[in-house]
């Protein structure tokens, strides 16, 4: 009799194991960083800017803008929108540690741009049955969510210095800045 080739299965993992997995890689990586590390470093950004930028993994902000260790505060999260925690990162970075200059970093092909606040709302309220009482800030037009970035920077009362406030678009196929004016 002949054998039949049976379809094999891939070993099925589940996504912790996934997330253990990569966990153990990153806490591997940090034992050859701690290896040659430099520190300690001193408290305030020695470049005195903090960059509010997308959480997107394609943009590693401090090889985009040619920083090292230390020299800045870098603020992530999705969309690089200024919420009221970014607001709070940059007075806590302004009063506390002495930044000056604040530069946003959005990006084209931006998954912000995907979706709406309310479908996300939506979704998330069918699956959990709490609606968040948070909104996502997805946005349709990356140059307006710059600028409307900038003018929550500059009309808060806990950003001091807003006279320094530049907004950028990362461009993910070029990897050039654009200025946003």
Known sequence: MGCVARPVSP?????EQMQMSVTAELLANNERYAADFRGPLPLPPAKRIAVVACMDA???VYRILGLNEGEAHVIRNAGGVVTDDAIRSLAISQRLLGT???LLVHHTDCGMLTFTDDEFRDGIQRETGI???WAAEAFDDLETDVRQSIARIRSSPFVPHTDQVTGTIFDVASGKLLRVD
């Not at 070993?11 to 996504?15: D, F, K």
């Open 100 to 102: 000056r200059e604040i």
């Open 58 to 60: 394609r943009l590693d």
């Open 11 to 15: 070993p099925t993992i589940r996504l």
């Open 131 to 133: 609606k968040p009482p």
